[in-house]
C-alpha cells in the first residue's frame, strides 16, 4: 500500500440510506469508513416509486444512473407501504437490475452469543423466478393455483454464481437443496443444471440434499455445511434459518448480485421506525453488508480491518447497543469502532 | 409425551377376538429392520396385534404393490411404516410412493409432537410443539409441466375445503389436549391469493375457538424464531411445504430424526411412521440406527386403536430407556447399538411386573 500512497483511487459506491434507521446507521457506516480511510465516495440517492412515461412503475432516473455508472450500491432498510398501488420497493430495485442472486454469508460472531458456535456458510439464493413469480389465479371459487417458475436460463446463471463464489472465496463444497423426489419436473430442471455446471467446477465439491434433511441437519449441527445454492423459496427460508443461528437480521450482512456487474449490498432488517431517529440503531447488519461490498471490489485489508474492528467491540461487550445486550447509544457503537480502526493504522 | 391420540378418531373393530390387524409397510433403509423390531417387542408384550406385511418395492415402476398396500390399508384402516425411497432421477411420471399412499388415502393431516426428552442434550430445552401440517395438497400435487423447453411450471393447489379442514383439526386438536395457542405458518405477503386462502380459512375456524388464541407467522421468520426462541411456540397449522420444513427444524431441536414419530390422519385411515420420514439409507443393516421414533410410532398406532394399556406401558419404557446415555445411539452422540435399546425396553417392561388383564 505504501507504494501507491501517491495514487489514490477513489471508488464511487451509490448510498440508499432508506427509512427509519436507514439514514443513521449509514451515516455509521460512512464515519467507520472514513475512519478506516477507506477509498470509497458515497453518492447518496433515494428510491421511491414514481410512475414513468407508459404508466410503469420505476425507479427514480438520477437513481438509476448513478448505479449503472458505479456498478455498486450499498442499502439500508426501504419501507414497503401498504395499498400504496406499487410494488415494494426491494422488488422494483430487484427488477430494474435484474438482481438474480442474493448471497448471505453466516458466521458466527464471537461474542454475541447463540446456541450455535462455530457457522461459518453461506446461502445463495435464485432471486428472479420460483415461487416468487407473484402468478396466481382462482381457478374456481375456493380453489387457486399458485405457479412455481423454474427454468433453465435462470438455474443455469445461479447455479454458475454459486461455483464462482464458492472458487472465489476459496470454499470447498457446494451443495444443491432442492425437492425433487416431489416437485420432479422444476427442482429437477434446477438440479440437472446444478450438475452440469459443477462439471465445470471439479475443484469444488458438489452435493445435493433435500430441502427437508437440510433443515433437520442445520438445527442440529450447522458446522456441516459450506456454501448452499437453491431457488427462491427455500433460499428465503434457508437465509432466514441461518440468520437466526448466528444471532439475527440485526447483524446478518447480504448482498445482491445483479447482471451487467451491478451488486447491491444491503442490510435485511427493518426500518425500526419505533427507534428511528433516536440514535438507538444498530448498523452491525449494514456494515457487514459494507464489509461484504469491499471483499466484492477485491478491497480485502480494508475489509478486514473494518471487519476485525467490529467483531472485537462487540466481543468486548464494554460498548454495545440494546439489541446487543448493552445499553450504549449508535454513535457510541460506532465511535467505538472508528477508534479501534484507526488504532490499527 | 403424546399419551394419547390427539383427536380421539374411532379406529377399526377389533375382530377375531379383541385382536387387530395393521398393514405393515417395511419401506427401505432402516425401515425393514426398525420394524422388525417393532414386532418382536409386540410379540414379547403380547400386544394384541397382528401385522399384515405389505413389501412395496421402490424400485420397481409398476403400480401394483402400491394398490397392494392401498387396499390392505383400507381393509384394515391402520398402518405402520417405514419410509419409501424416491429416485428423483426418474422422469415425473414416477410419483413418491409416500405421496401417492397419503394422496390416495387422503391422509390430511400430518401429525407431529416434538418434546424436549429427559436425557437428551440439546441445544433447547422446555420445547413443546405439535405441527400440524396439511398433508395432501399444496407444493405436492404433483402438477407439473414444461409448456416451453426450458421453462416448468409448477403448481400449488390450496383449496378453501382442505384448508379448512386442517385449520379444524388443529384447533379441535389445541382445545382437546387444553392447548392455548394456535400459530398459522404461511407466506401470504408473496403468495397472496394461495396461503392468502389458507390465513383466511384459518382465521374462519379460529372464530369458533374463542378459548384458543390465533395467530400468524411468515415462514421465512418463524424458522428464525424457531432456533433461538423455540419455546414461544404451542400447536402450529400450515400447508405442505412449509410443513415439512417446521417438522424437520424442530425435530432436530428435540434430538433428530431417531426420536420424534409421527401420524397421518384421514377421516377413514390413520398411518404411522417417524416424523421425518427418513430413509436411513446410509446406515442400513449396521444396527446402529435410533429405534425410539419407530417405537413411540407403533404407540402412537396403539393409542389410535384405543389400546392405551400397552401404549403406556411401551412408551415410559421407551423413555426411561431414552434417559440412559449409555444407550445412546450415534445420533444421539453414543456408541448404542439398535438392539441394545430395544433390549433395554423390554427389559424395563418386565422390571415392571406382570401385567393382569385388567390393567390392560
Given at each position: ?5 501517491w495514487?489514490?483511487?477513489l ?6 440510506p432508506?427509512?427509519g434507521i436507514?439514514?443513521?446507521i449509514s ?7 472514513e ?14 416509486a414514481?410512475k414513468?412515461?407508459?404508466?410503469k412503475w420505476?425507479i427514480?432516473?438520477e437513481?438509476?444512473?448513478s448505479?449503472d455508472k458505479s ?5 439500508g432498510?426501504?419501507?414497503?407501504p401498504?395499498a400504496a398501488g406499487?410494488p415494494?420497493m426491494?422488488?422494483?430495485l430487484?427488477?430494474t437490475f ?5 448471497v448471505?454469508p453466516?458466521?458466527?460472531i464471537?461474542?454475541?452469543k ?8 453461506v446461502?445463495?439464493?435464485?432471486n428472479t ?5 407473484g ?12 405457479i412455481?417458475?423454474?427454468t433453465?436460463?435462470?438455474s443455469?446463471?445461479?447455479?454458475e454464481?454459486?461455483?464462482e463464489?464458492?472458487?472465489n472465496?476459496?470454499?470447498a463444497?457446494?451443495?444443491?437443496v ?14 440437472r443444471?446444478?450438475?452440469e455446471?459443477?462439471?465445470?467446477f471439479?475443484?469444488i465439491k458438489f452435493?445435493e440434499?433435500y430441502l427437508d ?9 450447522p458446522?456441516q455445511?459450506d ?15 441461518c440468520?437466526?443461528l448466528?444471532?439475527g ?9 445483479g447482471a451487467n ?5 444491503e442490510?435485511?432488517?427493518?426500518t425500526?421506525?419505533?427507534?428511528a431517529g433516536k440514535d438507538l ?11 461484504m461490498m ?7 485489508g480494508?475489509?478486514?480491518k473494518i471487519?476485525?474492528a ?6 468486548d461487550?464494554k ?6 445486550g ?10 467505538e469502532i472508528?477508534?479501534?480502526v484507526?488504532d490499527?493504522? | ?5 390427539l383427536i ?7 375382530k377375531?377376538?379383541?385382536r387387530h390387524?395393521v398393514?405393515?409397510i417395511?419401506?427401505?433403509g ?10 418382536e417387542l409386540?410379540r414379547?408384550?403380547c400386544v394384541p396385534?397382528?401385522?399384515?406385511i ?10 401394483d404393490?402400491m ?5 390392505a390399508?383400507r381393509r384394515?384402516?391402520?398402518?405402520l ?5 424416491t429416485n ?6 414416477h ?12 391422509l ?5 409432537h ?10 433447547h430445552?422446555d420445547?413443546?410443539?405439535?405441527i ?12 407439473e409441466?414444461?409448456n416451453?423447453?426450458?421453462?416448468v411450471?409448477c403448481?400449488?393447489i ?5 384448508s379448512?379442514r386442517?385449520?379444524?383439526y388443529a ?9 392455548r395457542?394456535?400459530t398459522?405458518v ?5 403468495m397472496k391469493?394461495?396461503d392468502?386462502?389458507f390465513?383466511?380459512?384459518?382465521k374462519?375456524?379460529a372464530?369458533g375457538?374463542?378459548e384458543i ?9 418463524t424458522?428464525?424464531?424457531l ?5 414461544q411456540?404451542?400447536v402450529m397449522?400450515?400447508?405442505n411445504?412449509?410443513g415439512?420444513?417446521?417438522s424437520?427444524v ?5 434430538g ?6 409421527g ?5 377413514d385411515?390413520a ?9 436411513g439409507k446410509?446406515?442400513?443393516n449396521?444396527?446402529i ?5 419407530t417405537?413411540?410410532?407403533s404407540c402412537?398406532m396403539l393409542?389410535?386403536l384405543?389400546?392405551h394399556g ?6 415410559k419404557?421407551?423413555?426411561?430407556t ?6 445412546h445411539?450415534a445420533?444421539l452422540?453414543g456408541?448404542?447399538t439398535t438392539?441394545e ?9 418386565e ?5 393382569t388383564?385388567e390393567?390392560?
Amino acid at each position: 500500500d505504501f507504494t501507491k500512497s501517491w495514487i489514490i483511487i477513489l471508488q464511487t459506491v451509490t448510498l440508499i440510506p432508506g427509512d427509519g434507521i436507514g439514514p443513521e446507521i449509514s451515516t455509521a457506516v460512512m464515519k467507520i469508513f472514513e475512519a478506516a480511510k477507506a477509498p470509497i465516495q458515497w453518492e447518496e440517492r433515494n428510491v421511491t416509486a414514481i410512475k414513468g412515461p407508459g404508466g410503469k412503475w420505476m425507479i427514480p432516473t438520477e437513481a438509476k444512473d448513478s448505479m449503472d455508472k458505479s456498478k455498486i450500491g450499498l442499502k439500508g432498510p426501504l419501507k414497503t407501504p401498504i395499498a400504496a398501488g406499487h410494488p415494494s420497493m426491494n422488488l422494483l430495485l430487484r427488477k430494474t437490475f435484474d438482481l438474480y442472486a442474493n448471497v448471505r454469508p453466516c458466521v458466527s460472531i464471537e461474542g454475541y452469543k447463540t446456541p450455535y458456535t462455530d457457522v461459518d456458510l453461506v446461502t445463495i439464493r435464485e432471486n428472479t423466478e420460483g415461487e416468487y413469480s407473484g402468478i396466481e389465479h382462482v381457478i374456481v371459487d375456493g380453489v387457486v393455483q399458485s405457479i412455481k417458475l423454474i427454468t433453465e436460463e435462470a438455474s443455469q446463471r445461479i447455479a454458475e454464481y454459486a461455483f464462482e463464489y464458492a472458487r472465489n472465496n476459496q470454499r470447498a463444497s457446494v451443495t444443491a437443496v432442492h425437492k425433487a423426489n416431489i416437485m420432479r419436473m422444476s427442482d429437477g430442471l434446477f438440479l440437472r443444471k446444478c450438475r452440469e455446471v459443477a462439471e465445470n467446477f471439479k475443484d469444488i465439491k458438489f452435493t445435493e440434499m433435500y430441502l427437508d434433511t437440510v433443515c433437520l441437519n442445520m438445527v442440529q449441527d450447522p458446522t456441516q455445511f459450506d456454501v448452499l445454492v437453491m431457488p427462491n423459496l427455500y433460499g428465503d427460508i434457508l437465509s432466514d434459518l441461518c440468520a437466526g443461528l448466528i444471532g439475527g437480521l440485526g447483524v446478518t450482512p447480504s448482498g445482491n448480485i445483479g447482471a451487467n456487474g451491478v451488486a447491491i449490498f444491503e442490510s435485511v432488517h427493518g426500518t425500526a421506525p419505533d427507534i428511528a431517529g433516536k440514535d438507538l440503531a444498530n448498523p452491525t447488519a449494514l456494515l457487514l453488508s459494507a464489509v461484504m461490498m469491499l471483499r466484492h471490489m477485491g478491497l480485502h485489508g480494508q475489509a478486514k480491518k473494518i471487519e476485525t474492528a467490529c467483531f472485537d467491540t462487540i466481543r468486548d461487550k464494554k460498548v454495545l447497543t440494546k439489541d446487543l445486550g448493552g445499553n450504549s447509544k449508535c454513535s457510541e457503537f460506532t465511535g467505538e469502532i472508528c477508534r479501534r480502526v484507526q488504532d490499527m493504522e | 409425551m403424546g399419551d394419547c391420540a390427539l383427536i380421539k378418531h374411532a379406529p377399526p373393530p377389533a375382530k377375531y377376538g379383541g385382536r387387530h390387524t395393521v398393514t405393515l409397510i417395511p419401506g427401505d433403509g432402516i425401515g425393514p429392520e426398525l420394524l422388525t423390531h417393532v414386532r418382536e417387542l409386540f410379540r414379547f408384550c403380547c400386544v394384541p396385534v397382528d401385522f399384515e406385511i405389505v413389501s412395496i418395492d421402490s424400485k420397481s415402476t409398476s403400480d401394483d404393490d402400491m394398490n397392494n398396500a392401498i387396499t390392505a390399508i383400507r381393509r384394515n384402516g391402520v398402518a405402520l411404516k417405514g419410509n419409501i425411497e424416491t429416485n428423483h432421477n426418474l422422469p415425473p411420471s414416477h410419483i413418491s410412493r409416500n405421496n401417492i399412499l397419503r394422496t390416495s388415502l387422503d391422509l390430511y393431516a400430518n401429525v407431529i409432537h416434538c418434546q424436549t426428552l429427559p436425557g437428551v442434550r440439546t441445544r433447547h430445552r422446555d420445547v413443546d410443539i405439535i405441527i400440524i401440517r396439511e398433508n395432501t395438497e399444496g407444493e405436492y400435487s404433483s402438477l407439473e409441466h414444461e409448456n416451453v423447453p426450458g421453462v416448468v411450471e409448477c403448481l400449488k393447489i390450496i383449496t378453501r375445503k382442505k384448508s379448512l379442514r386442517i385449520a379444524e383439526y388443529a384447533f379441535n386438536a389445541a382445545r382437546q389436549n387444553g392447548r392455548r395457542r394456535v400459530t398459522a405458518v404461511h407466506k401470504a405477503n408473496i403468495m397472496k391469493l394461495g396461503d392468502g386462502l389458507f390465513l383466511q380459512c384459518c382465521k374462519e375456524v379460529a372464530a369458533g375457538y374463542p378459548e384458543i388464541t390465533f395467530d400468524s407467522m411468515i415462514v421465512d421468520n418463524t424458522t428464525m424464531q424457531l432456533v433461538s426462541k423455540p419455546q414461544q411456540f404451542d400447536v402450529m397449522v400450515m400447508p405442505n411445504l412449509y410443513g415439512s420444513v417446521i417438522s424437520n427444524v424442530c425435530a432436530g431441536l428435540v434430538g433428530g430424526p431417531g426420536l420424534v414419530p409421527g401420524a397421518n390422519y384421514g377421516k377413514d385411515y390413520a398411518v404411522f411412521e417417524t416424523a421425518t420420514r427418513n430413509t436411513g439409507k446410509s446406515i442400513a443393516n449396521k444396527n446402529i440406527a435410533n429405534p425410539t421414533a419407530t417405537l413411540l410410532a407403533s404407540c402412537l398406532m396403539l393409542d389410535h386403536l384405543r389400546l392405551h394399556g400397552y401404549a403406556s406401558m411401551i412408551r415410559k419404557a421407551i423413555l426411561a430407556t431414552v434417559s440412559e446415555t449409555r444407550l445412546h445411539t450415534a445420533d444421539l452422540g453414543g456408541q448404542g447399538t439398535t438392539s441394545e435399546v430395544v433390549q433395554s425396553v423390554m427389559r424395563e417392561i418386565e422390571s415392571k411386573g406382570p401385567r393382569t388383564s385388567e390393567q390392560i
